[in-house]
C-alpha cells in the first residue's frame, strides 16, 4: 500500500520557498571597534566615518560591537590606568555602561558619538549634556558608574582587547568579520559591502577594493551549495 504524502501537494511551492529562504538568509556582518574615549584618530573615526553607516543604511547588514578600552594599561593588582588619563577611564567606562545599558547600536550610538563630538573638540568635560542630547535616561548610567559596574566592563573590554590575534597595534582597530582592517580602517564600508552574502544596499554602489572580486567570487562558497542541495533533498522528502 503506497504511503500517504506528509504534506499536500499544494504546499509545495510554500515548502520549497521556505528550504530557500531558510538555507540563503544573509547574516550581518561582523564589525567591531576597538577604540578609547579621548583618543583624537578615535574620536574622528567614530563622528567622520562610522556615523555615516546610521545615515546611508548600512547599520542595516551590520552586527556593530563597540569596545572602549584601547591602549590602557591593567596592572596585576587590577589597577587600571588610561593613555590620556583618569578622565578617559571614566569616560571609557561611562560609553561602556551605556552600551550595556542600551544594547542595540541604534539606541547606544548617538550617546557615543556625542561623547567623542565633545572630546574632538576638546569639551569632554561636558558629556553630561549628551543625556539631553539624546534622550537616554541619566540615573542608569550614573548607577552603573557608581557601584563599579562600569569598571568591571572597562576590565572585560581590557581583556577582549588584550586577546585580539593579531595584537591591535593602535586604535581605533577596527575588525570586519574577524578580519582586521588595519591602516585600511576608513575604508571600512567597502569590506562590510563585500563581506555581505545578501542583496547589497544602495550605499554599496561604488565601493570597490582590490579584495573585492576575490571575496565575491568565493561568496558563492560561503553559501555552500552542497548544503543547499541537502536541505533540498530533506524537503523533497517530506512532500512523498
Not at 596592572?75 to 569616560?91: F, I, K, N, V
Not at 535616561?137 to 585580539?164: H, K, M, W
Not at 582586521?180 to 555581505?196: K, M, Q, R, W
Request: aromatic share 10%; proline share 6%; with cysteine.
Amino acid at each position: 500500500m503506497a504511503s500517504r504524502p506528509l504534506l499536500p501537494r499544494f504546499l509545495i511551492p510554500f515548502v520549497v520557498l521556505f528550504c530557500l529562504s531558510t538555507a540563503c538568509a544573509a547574516r550581518r556582518v561582523s564589525v567591531s571597534v576597538y577604540y578609547e574615549a579621548m583618543c583624537p584618530f578615535c574620536s574622528g573615526y567614530v563622528v567622520n566615518d562610522l556615523a555615516r553607516i546610521f545615515q546611508n543604511g548600512l547599520s542595516s547588514i551590520v552586527d556593530l560591537r563597540l569596545v572602549p578600552f584601547g591602549n590602557g594599561r591593567v596592572s596585576p593588582d587590577g589597577s587600571m590606568t588610561c593613555q590620556h588619563g583618569e578622565d578617559e577611564c571614566r569616560l571609557n567606562a561611562i560609553e561602556a555602561c551605556v552600551i550595556r545599558l542600551w544594547p542595540d547600536a541604534e539606541h547606544h550610538f548617538p550617546f557615543i558619538y556625542c561623547i567623542e563630538h565633545l572630546s574632538l573638540i576638546q569639551k569632554w568635560g561636558a558629556w553630561e549634556s549628551c543625556f539631553h542630547e539624546t534622550g537616554l535616561a541619566s540615573q542608569p548610567v550614573i548607577d552603573c558608574y557608581n557601584s563599579g559596574t562600569g569598571r568591571q566592563l572597562e576590565l572585560q573590554n581590557a581583556a577582549e582587547t588584550f586577546a585580539l590575534q593579531p595584537p591591535h597595534q593602535f586604535v581605533p582597530w577596527v575588525v570586519v568579520n574577524g578580519r582586521p582592517l588595519g591602516d585600511d580602517y576608513t575604508n571600512f564600508e567597502a569590506y562590510i559591502c563585500s563581506a555581505y552574502d545578501g542583496e547589497l544596499p544602495a550605499a554599496c554602489r561604488g565601493k570597490h577594493l582590490a579584495i573585492a572580486q576575490h571575496t565575491k567570487a568565493s561568496r558563492g562558497d560561503k553559501r555552500d551549495p552542497r548544503g543547499l542541495a541537502t536541505l533540498l533533498a530533506l524537503c523533497i522528502a517530506l512532500w512523498f
